[in-house]
């Protein structure tokens, strides 16, 4: 017979023990370290970091510690703790043109000053096991494991200066290359964007800060309002999921959405972040943060007032993140279609489908109270079908049995 | 900031004000709204009571409670009666709230134009322009379809003769109690980033047609565990061959009533199962 559903405070103690067990798994395998999560797991704490805007590499690697590897959860997690923080002050704005490049590729010039540089990247492997991996933790890393390829250099020195390694050791195993080759080449220090370069000659779209550079949009603090401006939407994409972007920009390629877009440039590296402390009235450094930056070129027919041009898809993300940045850059510049006066009929077009949607914490949290329950409603709908099917059958049982009409 | 968004509303009763709506340790979608909107009522002072499907004991509710027990270090309570904020998902308690008491209610979508007209930009139109053509051509022609108005839950009402406004999905059952109301009510939606508020003694009429009167859900049975009649029910399943009982939705109300002596027809059984 039934007893009142009781006992909700135990089950949710109950729940916290299992997930913690669930967590640590076999208790025969060795824990894993968040420092190992910040060292071996660089790409994950870096979707972390961005997806919680937060930079802070150690947090991310505790909250993919704690929440099992569950980006959504662990960005969360981020989130939370994020919101809690004081706030001093804003920095100055980054100059990713000074960035200390690790990686730097353009698709529109097959040389340019400064060079290409792959820098470390999985383009170009074969996606096929490396069993090695498979075995028991050894001393040296596997070929794929080279420097600077996990997240955040940790000497903040600039990259010519690794070029000192190469009078250590000559033997470094699992590299591919002898120890010091890839280091051989001493990086320009003048890495112009490429944009910057199309900039000069007056066929890139110019960026112009709105009159008396106001401080960006903040809507972390303030809700968002629609049409929402460009400091708004780059602040939502770059918080935004990396998956829900990534099927917009997509999108955007295949027919939905008019642009046809090129890499202009993407470039990996650290940039410093500098404070102005009032009571100095001078620029402090704060340390460096690993950017990934994507600037994608589009043409443009130009319109009456505006003669031909190329614009901007412009994509900014923590850690190296070349996908997400990829993504939000095409979908950068879909969302301008207003500006341009195109016909905005494409998701990827539409600022209030793009930022209402692309918040994985929201979504994912909306998406799953569906678990919580919904009887009261659920009982609402029932007595009402119920209803609806009892008049129903009254009513054809009272008709008398007709024949279709002839007009049917 | 929230408290000056709850002003606001609180001076244009209905209207969904934007505030710039925080992380919370909970999710969205579980609260977060109504959880903003507590916090930042919320005194030494309170007493404080949360439900959820009506129940004090639903796990969300309990760990909603638990939330606030800790940060706030506040009085909870499951009595309706003795609690000075109450912050409810999907229910108005039966018992009428008194003055001095504040109904918090978490909001999934407070737009009630929402499914009509996904755009935020339209919408917020439609209501500066007090044009609410669209929800009565709705309602028409569920009328015109199934012979009566089809919503059930989150039932559209007038607030003060201005603004139509999403009564959050409570069952329409609740919808009159929600008009002169003695208690203050609060809306939070926190995904959403809106406000809005009915103040004490305000007008909350049900969208309706003169041929066609608003009406609530009508239970056949009373509660199986305290009898009462005219509450909303829940329909508990028995076993796998349409066995059912209907109990009280409200727990408070129904455990009050069984300790003043309210049998039902299965009260009996269910206390000789508990022991």
Known sequence: MYVAVKGGEAAILATHDLVAEARRGDAGVPEISVAQIREQQGLACARVMNEGSLYDADLAAL????AQGDVIEAAFLMRAYRTTLPRFGSSEPVDTAQMAIRRRVSATYKDLPGGQVLGPTYDYTHRLFDFALM????PASSPLGGEGWGEGRQNGEGLTETASLLSSDPAAPGHLLPHGEKESAPLDAHMPRVPDILGAEGLME???APEGDPRPFDLTREPVSFPADRDVRLQAMARGDEGFLLGLGYSVQRGFGGNHPFVGEIRVG??????IPEELGFAVDLGEITLTECQMVNQFAGSKDVPPQFTRGYGLAFGHSERKAMSMSLVDRALKAREFGEAAEYPAQQDEFVLYHSDNVEAAGFVEHLKLPHYVDFQGELELIRRIRREREARLAAEPETLPEAAE | MIRRALLKAVAVPGYQVPFGSREMPLARGWGTGGIQVTAAIIGPADTLKVIDQGADDTTNAVSIRAFFAKVAEVATT?????????????RIPEAKLTEGQVLVYQVPIPEPLRFLEPRETETRKMHALEEYGLMHVKLYEDIARH?????TYAYPVKVEGRYVMDPSPTPKFDNPKMHMSEALQL??????????AVPPYTEVVSLDFEDQPFEIQHFEDPCALCGAEGVYLDE??????????????DTDNCEDRRAHGHRGTLAGHALEAAE
């Not at chain 2, 003795?82 to 999907?90: D, K, L, N, P």
């Not at chain 2, 076993?239 to 109990?247: A, L, S």
């Open chain 1, 63 to 66: 909250a993919l510690k704690q």
């Open chain 1, 206 to 208: 110019p960026e112009i």
């Open chain 1, 135 to 138: 075995d028991e933790p050894r």
């Open chain 2, 236 to 249: 508990v399943i028995l076993d796998d061959h349409g066995g059912h009982m209907f109990v009280c939705s």
């Open chain 1, 270 to 275: 650290e940039v410093s972040v500098e404070f």
């Open chain 2, 78 to 90: 499951t009595h309706t009666a003795e609690a000075t904020i109450i912050q409810t998902r999907h």
């Open chain 2, 147 to 151: 012979g009566r108005i089809a919503t």
């Open chain 2, 187 to 196: 809306f939070g939606a926190g995904r959403e980033k809106r406000i809005y």
